[in-house]
DNA sequence: GTCTATACTGAGATAGAC
DNA sequence: GTCTATCTCAGTATAGAC
C-alpha cells in the first residue's frame, strides 16, 4: 500500500472517530494528510467506500481472532454447547485487545454500528461471524426461538455502540465514570451476559 | 402554529424517520411540503434545529407520561422500591403507545439517540426524566455504583434504538421476525430487565 | 499507475425585496 | 411572513501531468 493511501486511511480513522462520519469532510481529511482531493477517489471511488475500507482494514483480524476463540471454547466444550459468558468473551475479547491499541478504532466501529452505515461491510465480513456466533447462541439458549436470539443479538450491538461511543459524552446527566473503555466493556459484556440469558419473551395472541 | 409550519413538520418527521437525518434534504422536504425554502431557515433557524423541535413536539408529552407512571408505581410500592420490571414498563409504555399510533416518531426518536444528534434536546427535555429513573433504579438496585447504573441505562438506550430502527433491517443475516413493533418491544423489555438486574460487575486492580 | 488541477452538482445558510 | 437570488462548502467526475 502507498504511503498516500495509508496517510488518508490514518487521518481519515481518526478524524471520523472523533468526530463522526458525516461531520467529517474528504476536504478537512485530504488537508490533515497533505494529499489531494481526487487522490482519495482514485483510491476509494467514493466517502462511503473509503469508511469501508477503512472498517475492512481492521475487522478482518477481529473477526478472524473472534472465530478462533468461539472454535477454542467449542473444542473445550466437547459436545455440550458453550456457556453464554464464553461465547461474549470470544466476541468482545479481540475487540478489548484491539480497543487496548487503538481505542479510535473501536470508536469507529461503534459509530458506524449506530449510524448503520456499514451496510456493505457488513453483509461482506461481519455476516459470515455473526452467523457463527448465533448457532453458538442457539445452542447455548435452546429455549429461545431463532427470531428472540437475531433481536437480541441485535440489541447487543447496540449496548456495545454506545459502550463504545459513549465514553466521551457525560453520563445521562450523572456523572459516570468517564473514559475507561477496560471498565465499560467489563460492564457491558455484565449486562449482556444477563440479558442474553433472560427467559423468552411470551407470546401474545 | 401557522400551517407552512406544521407542514414542514410532519413531511420532515416522515422522511427523517424513513432515510435518517443526514440523508434527507432540506430540499427534499420543502418539495414534497411544497413550500418555500427560505420558509425552513425562517421557522427553525437551521436543518438541526429543526430536528430538535421535531422531537421536541412529541418528546414532552412522552417525557411527562413516563413520570406519571412512574410516579404512579412509586405511590403503590409506598415505602419500597419500585421493582425493576414496573420502571422498564414505565419507561417504555409511553413511547410504545405513540409507536402504536406514529411508528414514525419512535423510530426518528431511536435514529437520533444512535446517531447522538439530539444534544440540546437531551439535555433541556430528557435529563431531568433520566435523572427520575436512574434515581429509581438506584433504589431498586442498591448493590450497584451510581457509575455502573449510569453504564447500564447507556447500554439500554443503545439496545433501544437498535429495537426501534432495526424494525426495517434484515435481523443480522438471519431471518427475523419483521417489523413487528409490539413484539420488539416485549423482547427489548424483558432483554434489559436481567441486564439491568444482573450482578455488579467486579472491581479489577 | 499515481497524483494534480479544476469544474460540476447539490447541500445548507443568508440578505434583502415584497 | 414569504420568496428570489446568492454564498459557501460539501461530494463527485474528469482531463491530463508525471
Redesign the interface.
Known amino acids: 500500500m502507498g504511503p498516500t493511501k495509508e496517510k488518508i486511511l490514518d487521518t481519515a480513522e481518526r478524524l471520523i472517530a472523533d468526530q463522526?462520519f458525516?461531520a467529517t469532510s474528504l476536504r478537512q481529511i485530504i488537508s490533515e494528510a497533505q494529499v489531494n482531493l481526487a487522490a482519495v477517489h482514485y483510491h476509494f471511488g467514493s466517502k462511503q467506500d473509503l469508511l469501508d475500507q477503512l472498517i475492512e482494514r481492521k475487522a478482518t483480524r477481529v473477526n478472524t481472532d473472534r472465530e478462533a476463540l468461539l472454535a477454542r471454547f467449542e473444542t473445550e466444550a466437547g459436545s455440550h454447547p458453550v456457556a453464554v459468558e464464553k461465547i461474549l468473551r470470544a466476541f468482545f475479547e479481540p475487540m478489548i485487545e484491539t480497543g487496548s491499541q487503538n481505542p479510535q478504532f473501536v470508536r469507529l466501529m461503534g459509530r458506524m454500528i449506530?449510524?448503520?452505515l456499514i451496510t456493505g461491510v457488513v453483509?461482506k465480513h461481519f455476516?459470515p461471524t455473526?452467523?457463527r456466533f448465533?448457532c453458538a447462541l442457539r445452542r447455548a439458549l435452546p429455549s429461545l426461538t431463532?427470531?428472540?436470539i437475531?433481536?437480541?443479538?441485535?440489541?447487543?450491538?447496540?449496548?456495545?455502540?454506545?459502550?463504545v461511543?459513549?465514553l466521551a459524552?457525560p453520563?445521562?446527566?450523572?456523572?459516570?465514570?468517564g473514559a475507561d473503555f477496560?471498565?465499560?466493556m467489563?460492564?457491558?459484556i455484565?449486562?449482556?451476559?444477563?440479558?442474553?440469558?433472560?427467559?423468552?419473551?411470551?407470546e401474545?395472541r
Open positions: 463522526g458525516a449506530a449510524e448503520g453483509e455476516q455473526i452467523f448465533i431463532e427470531g428472540e437475531a433481536s437480541r443479538f441485535r440489541f447487543m450491538f447496540g449496548a456495545m455502540s454506545q459502550a461511543c459513549g459524552a453520563d445521562m446527566g450523572i456523572q459516570g465514570d477496560q471498565l465499560s467489563r460492564r457491558l455484565q449486562f449482556l451476559s444477563a440479558g442474553l440469558q433472560a427467559p423468552p419473551t411470551e401474545v
